[in-house]
C-alpha cells in the first residue's frame, strides 16, 4: 500500500512538473527536419480521417517546437483540428469562415505564450485565406504571396523576405493536396530549412517590430 501511495506520489509530482514547469515560448526556434515531419504528418492523418493523430502532431509542434505549455499547447491543437474539420465540411466559401472562430482561439494562444503584439483575428484570416487558395490549383502564385504575408506577420520583416521559404511551403501543399507524400515531404522540408536559414541570418538585426511559426 505504501509503495502505491510512494509512486502516486511520484507520478503526481511528475505530472505537475510537466505541466507548470516554466517555459521559453517562440515561433522562431523551432527545428525545420521536425517541423516538416509533422506537418506532413498532419496532413496525411486528416486525408486518412485520422484526427486523433492529426492533434497529436499539432500539440508536438506547439508544445515541442514552440514551447508553448502543455495546457494551453492542447487547448490550441484542438482549435486548430476544429478548424480543420469545419474547413473540410464547408460546402462554399461563406461556410468556410466557420473555421475563423476556431483559428483565434489558436492564434490568441500563441501570441499570449510568446508574450507577442500580433492580432490573432488578421492572421487567422489570413491563414484561412491561405487554406482556400492551396484548393485551387491556378492560384499558386497567390497562394506562395500570401504564405509570405503570415510569415512576415509571425516573424516579424518584409513579405519579400520570405518569398523564397514560402515558394516552397506552397509547392509542398500542392503536393499533399495529390497526396503524393513522399515529394511532399522533400518539399516541406526544404521549405522550413529555408526559413531557419532567412531566421538565423536576421537574428541580429535591429527588430522594427517583436515576433515571436507552422
Excluded at 85 to 112: N, Y
Excluded at 130 to 150: C, N, V
Amino acid at each position: 500500500m505504501r509503495l502505491v501511495v510512494k509512486f502516486s506520489l511520484a507520478a503526481t509530482i511528475a505530472l505537475g512538473g510537466y505541466l507548470f514547469w516554466p517555459r521559453s515560448s517562440s515561433l522562431s526556434e523551432f527545428d525545420a527536419a521536425s517541423m516538416a515531419e509533422l506537418q506532413v504528418g498532419i496532413w496525411r492523418h486528416a486525408a486518412a480521417d485520422k484526427h486523433s493523430q492529426a492533434f497529436w502532431d499539432l500539440y508536438r509542434i506547439l508544445n515541442g517546437q514552440y514551447g508553448i505549455p502543455p495546457i494551453p499547447a492542447l487547448s490550441a491543437a484542438w482549435s486548430t483540428l476544429e478548424a480543420q474539420r469545419a474547413f473540410a465540411e464547408a460546402a462554399d466559401q461563406a461556410d468556410e469562415e466557420q473555421a475563423l472562430p476556431f483559428l483565434e482561439k489558436t492564434f490568441s494562444v500563441i501570441a499570449e505564450k510568446t508574450a507577442s503584439n500580433l492580432d490573432p483575428t488578421i492572421i487567422a484570416r489570413l491563414e484561412l485565406f491561405t487554406w482556400s487558395l492551396a484548393r485551387d490549383r491556378s492560384k499558386e502564385h497567390q497562394l506562395s504571396a500570401a504564405i509570405s504575408e503570415k510569415l512576415a506577420l509571425l516573424h516579424g520583416g518584409a513579405a519579400q523576405d520570405y518569398q523564397a521559404a514560402a515558394s516552397e511551403f506552397a509547392h509542398a501543399r500542392r503536393l499533399a493536396a495529390t497526396k503524393n507524400w513522399s515529394v511532399a515531404s522533400d518539399a516541406e522540408t526544404a521549405a522550413w530549412q529555408k526559413l531557419r536559414r532567412q531566421l538565423d541570418s536576421t537574428k541580429d538585426l535591429p527588430k522594427h517590430r517583436f515576433a515571436p511559426e507552422s
